[in-house]
Structures are given as C-alpha cells and as structure tokens.
C-alpha cells in the first residue's frame, strides 16, 4: 500500500452519528493533518496532530495518532449534513515539508 | 481569516497550448507549493519554492513546468506545452514558517485540456 491509506473508501451515517475515519501511513512524520474537501472545491485545513502528540481535539473533531502503528483516526462527533464532504490525511516528514495524502473517505451524513 | 485565492477557477486550453495558473499566497507566508489531484485520483505534490527558489520538486514537474513569483503576492504555475494528461485540479497552499504549520489550501483551477 501507499504512504496515507484511508479507510472506509466511503462512509455513510444517519445525522447525529458519530463518524470514524482512519488513516495509514508508512513512513516515519513530522506532523499528520486531517483536510476537508467538498466536491469540486479546495483542501480545507482542519487539524494538525504533531508526531510527539497522540491525541488533538478541535470542537467535534478528536483526532489521535499512534505512531508505533503508525496510523491515526479522525472522529466526527454529532455529524451533521455540512460534514458530508472527503476527508483526508496527509502527512510530512521532518526536514521535508511535501505533504504525501491519503486517497481519502467520501463521507455522507444522511439528513 | 486570510486565504490562498487561485485564478482563474476553470481554465480550457487546447493540447499543446502554454497555460498560467495563478496564485495569491497568504501574505505573511514564506513556503509555497502546487499540487494536483488528477479526477478521482490523490492529492500529489509537484513543487515546493522557499525564498525564490525550488526548494524540491515531483517527478510529475518536468521540464515543461516553471514556477515563478514575479512580485512580492502572485505564485505562478506554468505549463508550456500542455498535453491531455495535465487535465487536473491544481491547487496553491502556502505555509507560515516553523515546521509546526499547516499548508493552507487554495479552491483549485480546474485545467482542461483538449
């Protein structure tokens, strides 16, 4: 597999749900981020966890990270129809700050 | 909040056509990059440029590729001689300096290639 695997491909959820991504990596990182992408638009930022951290919250988002395992999850609390969008993970390495992403999980908040 | 803006949003050129893509980075940033995410594909890395220079590029960014930033807001992305297989989303981050920092993301140009 490649550095930055998704799983599930697709999620979909009743509103109100909790939805849990995850992400795979293969090589060691500086810092893994978590990006939104609606359809046809851009990447948006929404978490950076460091590589010494293991868990990082940002309203409802909780993200951790094991780096023994070297994957981390991306957990939506009280999903809502707005959060319908692909998520991704991209991770950097240190002194090499490309980002290398994921393939994604297409997530669909049924209303 | 401050944002990446790219232009023109859709861009069609005809194969061998040379196109420029534009870029307005966040204004206190130092580190700028393209990428492209090809339909359905990964989001792929093609060239990072620090203090006026590439800093390090993909494979995918050969020599029919340049980057340039003319004055001190627009990051260009040019392709001189385009081919079918250019037809993606390209999009413009730039990043704050420290090594802590997210790339922020632009919405893209869709670039269609006939």
């Known amino acids: 597999s490649q550095q930055g695997e998704e799983d599930p491909q697709a999620l979909s959820i009743q509103e109100g749900e909790n939805a849990t991504m995850n992400c795979s990596y293969k090589t060691s990182i500086n810092n893994l981020q978590w990006y939104r992408q609606n359809s046809g638009r851009g990447l948006v930022h929404l978490i950076l966890?460091?590589?010494?951290?293991r868990e990082k919250h940002s309203g409802r988002l909780r993200v951790t990270l094991d780096t023994s395992k070297k994957s981390s999850s991306l957990l939506i609390t009280a999903s809502r129809a707005a959060d319908t969008a692909s998520y991704f993970c991209?991770?950097?390495?240190?002194?090499?700050?490309?980002?290398?992403f994921g393939t994604g999980t297409r997530l669909t908040i049924i209303p | 909040e401050p944002e990446v803006t790219q232009t023109p949003s859709h861009q069609v050129t005809q194969m061998g056509q040379e196109v420029i893509l534009r870029c307005v980075p966040i204004s206190n940033h130092l580190y700028f990059y393209w990428y492209r995410q090809i339909l359905g594909q990964k989001v792929e890395f093609l060239v990072s440029f620090y203090n006026n220079e590439i800093s390090e590029k993909s494979e995918i960014f050969d020599d029919q590729f340049s980057v340039e930033r003319p004055d001190g807001s627009n990051f260009t992305l040019k392709i001189r001689s385009t081919k079918l297989e250019d037809s993606a989303m390209y999009f413009c981050a730039s990043m704050d300096q420290g090594s802590r920092q997210p790339q922020h993301f632009g919405d893209g140009t869709r670039l269609s290639i006939l």
């Open positions: 966890i460091r590589s010494n951290e």
């Open positions: 991209a991770t950097d390495a240190i002194g090499n700050e490309k980002l290398t």
